[in-house]
T-cell receptor, first 110, second 115 residues
Framework: KNEVEQSPQNLTAQEGEFITINCSYSVGISALHWLQQHPGGGIVSLFMLSSGKKKHGRLIATINIQEKHSSLHITASHPRDSAVYICAVDPGGATNKLIFGTGTLLAVQP | KAGVTQTPRYLIKTRGQQVTLSCSPISGHRSVSWYQQTPGQGLQFLFEYFSETQRNKGNFPGRFSGRQFSNSRSEMNVSTLELGDSALYLC??????????????FGPGTRLTVT
């Protein structure tokens, strides 16, 4: 079993829909990262969180440390949101190692 | 502030050869982590360097090595290339001074193809 599990693996939505991507992990962490990867490879960090909730524009990320679960929400989705969304956890300690989920491929259709 | 840069962006090598990839972190960042991304295994941690010292290493064979220079630039080397080494190699930099979590900033990656 992978240490970081994401669901769903693939998601197709219509423009304007509310989207939720889930991430569960089985290790102790100091933080959880949500990353976005567009075709071509570049990875952008969306959120880093260790408790509670963060919001940037139409994106919201939440984490429940006790349940070892995080969600990424996209409100009013748009075709430009189409990308792979990756959950990654930092297991802590004096290092910056990340353990990654397998990613969620999101396609938002106009 | 300039972002993380990686050179070269694309590389084609033959089995048995060796390759060196370079990563220049954001100015002021002293931690550089390297990751391998393949369709089959996804993203996997290779190693992390901080102030010229390797702080952590992933589960990769000894053919994969790296180093970091005094200006925080980092290189990774893969010797005796195998077909399975074909991947996107990403580096990420962070302030990462000690324990605790730090945001990581990713470079554009080097796409290595081994034929």
């Amino acid at each position: 079993k992978n240490e970081v599990e994401q669901s769903p693996q693939n998601l197709t939505a219509q423009e304007g829909e509310f989207i939720t991507i889930n991430c569960s992990y089985s290790v102790g962490i100091s933080a959880l990262h949500w990353l976005q990867q567009h075709p071509g490879g570049g990875i952008v960090s969306l959120f880093m969180l260790s408790s509670g909730k963060k919001k940037h524009g139409r994106l919201i990320a939440t984490i429940n440390i006790q349940e070892k679960h995080s969600s990424l929400h996209i409100t009013a989705s748009h075709p430009r949101d189409s990308a792979v969304y990756i959950c990654a956890v930092d297991p802590g300690g004096a290092t910056n190692k990340l353990i990654f989920g397998t990613g969620t491929l999101l396609a938002v259709q106009p | 502030k300039a972002g993380v840069t990686q050179t070269p962006r694309y590389l084609i090598k033959t089995r048995g050869q060796q390759v060196t990839l370079s990563c220049s972190p954001i100015s002021g960042h002293r931690s550089v982590s390297w990751y391998q991304q393949t369709p089959g295994q996804g993203l996997q941690f290779l190693f992390e360097y901080f102030s010229e010292t390797q702080r952590n290493k992933g589960n990769f064979p000894g053919r994969f090595s790296g180093r970091q220079f005094s200006n925080s630039r980092s290189e990774m080397n893969v010797s005796t290339l195998e077909l399975g080494d074909s991947a996107l190699y990403l580096c990420a930099s962070s302030r990462g001074t000690g324990t605790g979590a730090y945001e990581q900033y990713f470079g554009p990656g080097t796409r290595l193809t081994v034929t």
